[in-house]
């Protein structure tokens, strides 16, 4: 069976920075694009970013482009995120999935980031 | 990058069906064929229930199914039953540069 497990979230200063990881079982992680999703209390869910198979292209929704970069380690089956300049609207739980062709096929469980003085 | 529009709310009682639209523009719903639905409960992960407008991963019910007119895709619940109730997103590939737009999501309420 395949698993995602996120991890890195916490309480984060505006300004600071932080790095969201996520780990995925079965060799079947490498064949497929990553993506993470967001989701601001009490809201709907936001993509984020996602990256192809090989890391080679990476795609970013506008308003975390230039300060979020999603990357990837096929050897240790991961998929990261480096968010950098955090602001309070970045506050959300963070999911990682698996992306099969436009659709998130395996969530995580995701992880919590808050952004607040 | 908009999001596409869902109506906030949807209900039903057991065994009748509900039909949710998300509707989007020429350039993510009307132009593409990867619309996606997903079912989220309080505090858990979204789940895939159908992908490409109208496949079901395996292991959804087949009470679920999923149709697209133009810009706009629709999900169908049948013989609603009392885990249904949930928040239901839809997404669809918006083209420009690859990415994803999500839908505000409708919470259905099973009477």
């Known amino acids: 069976e395949v698993q995602v497990v996120e991890s890195g979230g916490g309480l984060v200063q505006p300004g600071g920075s932080l790095r969201l990881s996520c780990v995925a079982s079965g060799s079947i992680f490498n064949n497929y694009w990553m993506t993470w999703v967001r989701q601001a209390p009490g809201k709907g869910l936001e993509y984020v970013a996602d990256?192809?198979?090989?890391?080679?292209?990476?795609h970013y929704v506008d308003s975390v482009r230039g300060r979020f970069t999603i990357s990837r380690d096929n050897a240790k089956n991961s998929v990261y995120l480096q968010m950098n300049s955090l602001k309070a609207e970045d506050t959300a739980m963070y999911y990682c999935?698996?992306?099969?062709?436009?659709?998130?096929?395996?969530w995580g469980q995701g992880t919590m980031l808050t952004v607040s003085s | 990058q908009s999001a596409l529009t869902q109506p906030p709310s949807a209900s039903g009682s057991p065994g009748q069906s509900v039909t949710m639209s998300c509707t989007g523009t020429?350039?993510?719903?009307?132009?593409?064929?990867?619309v996606s639905w997903y079912q989220q409960h309080p505090g858990k992960a979204p789940r895939l229930i159908i992908y490409e407008v109208t496949k079901r991963p395996s292991g959804v019910p087949d009470r679920f199914s999923g149709s697209k007119s133009g810009n706009t895709a629709s999900l169908t619940v049948s013989g609603l039953q009392a885990e249904d109730e949930a928040d239901y997103y839809c997404s669809s590939c918006a083209g420009i540069n690859n990415v994803v737009v999500f839908g505000g999501g409708t919470k259905l309420t099973v009477l």
């Open positions: 020429s350039s993510d719903v009307g132009a593409y064929n990867y």
């Open positions: 990256v192809t198979q090989d890391g080679s292209e990476k």
């Open positions: 999935a698996r992306h099969n062709w436009y659709a998130f096929d395996i």
